[in-house]
């Protein structure tokens, strides 16, 4: 904790005394403040006197000064934070402080505290939850002073509005690839996980749709746990389905991995016995025996955009209504 030798906590009128200037000079200096004639060498000299004293701005103080806190909230649903998740929060992290905003995460996870009770204690500008929340909690934070309260995926309840982040061209991407490489029965795998639908069930509408649009039968289905026997289970199905599924769209990499680990438990083999396709290139999957095909996603783009319409809600400008860009490619490997 930042303090002097008495153990209180460090004022800017001690960083004042310390460098030998007014309060209004550490003030200009510390905030940034444009249009101030201030010398290089004073502007140093309490910088300096600053670092030596361990002062810290009040965090308050910032939120009065510029009329709102400098915190974005992001709330987490109770997801396992791995691979692309913890990319995109990093990036996330970034990409706001570039705007000169401090992001905050905060897990649904069991047994987290209640959103109500973290959002009142940091009162933060804005709001970015991955899954949509109860509309009641959106009217709250508003009516709190919040300024802006966004879902990446789903929609605000109660709100008609598309998602931030459309999942559905990931689906329709997979899709296609597998009916370019002549594969005409496919196959989705789900995952076993239900807190995960706002993101599969967009995929698998992608799937469906480009199987409509070919004249392909609509997509076998089957929830595939992330282990080799149970994995093996739903090849099992596919391959006994009539016709045949011959190539499958997995909801992402870890799915993808198991579909292989399930292919070796029955000694077959993709793409000869089964074609499959991930989503989210992770390290693993260029190690994949065979190596595993999957969507790629600029994460950084997503991330870069999504602080880019919290930033531009906050300063009063209108942002598009169609989802932030996202830029996907198909790394083609040898499981397709």
């Known amino acids: ?3 002097v030798s008495d153990g209180r906590r460090v004022t800017s009128a001690d960083v004042a005394k310390e460098a ?24 140093q000299r309490v910088w300096e006197a600053a670092a030596r004293l361990g002062y810290a701005p009040s965090a308050a103080a910032r939120a009065l000064r510029i009329g709102r806190s400098d ?8 997801w396992p934070i791995e691979h692309v998740l913890g990319r995109l929060i990093q990036q996330l992290t970034n990409a706001f402080a570039e705007h000169g905003l401090t992001f905050v995460v905060h897990s649904s996870a069991h047994p987290a505290r209640p959103l109500r009770e973290i959002w009142k204690a940091m009162t933060p500008a804005a709001v970015l939850a991955l899954q949509e929340f109860a509309d009641l909690e959106a009217e709250a934070m508003r009516a709190a002073g919040i300024q802006v309260v966004m879902a990446m995926h789903g929609s605000i309840r109660g709100e008609s509005c598309p998602p931030l982040v459309s999942e559905h061209p990931i689906g329709a991407l997979q899709a296609r690839h597998l009916a370019e490489a002549r594969h005409r029965r496919i196959g989705y795998a789900y995952p076993d996980l239900p807190g995960l639908d706002s993101l599969a069930q967009p995929r698998l509408d992608g799937v469906r749709k480009v199987c409509a649009e070919l004249g392909l039968p609509e997509p076998a289905v089957r929830t595939v746990p992330l282990d080799a026997q149970g994995a093996a289970e739903a090849v099992r199905e596919w ?4 016709p045949s599924v011959t190539g499958v769209c997995a909801f992402n990499d870890d799915v993808a991995l198991a579909l292989l680990a399930g292919l070796n438990h029955l000694g077959l083999r993709a793409p000869d016995d089964l074609a499959v396709i991930g989503v989210d290139d992770i390290t693993y999957a ?6 595993l095909t999957t969507v790629h996603r600029n994460t950084d783009v997503i991330a870069r955009n999504m602080a880019r319409r919290v930033v531009d809600s906050l300063e009063g400008r209108e ?10 490619v198909v790394h083609v490997r040898e499981s397709t």
Not at 24 to 31: G, I
Not at 239 to 242: D, G, R
Not at 286 to 291: D, F, G, M, T, V
Not at 319 to 328: I, R, T, W
């Open 71 to 78: 915190i974005v909230l992001g709330l987490l649903p109770d």
């Open 1 to 3: 904790m930042t303090g």
């Open 319 to 328: 942002s598009p209504a169609e989802p932030v860009p996202d830029e996907l």
């Open 20 to 43: 030998g200037v007014s309060r209004a000079t550490v003030s200009y200096v510390l905030n940034d403040v444009p249009h101030q004639k201030i010398p290089e060498t004073t502007r």
């Open 239 to 242: 391959l006994a389905a009539e």
């Open 286 to 291: 260029a190690l994949a025996q065979p190596p």
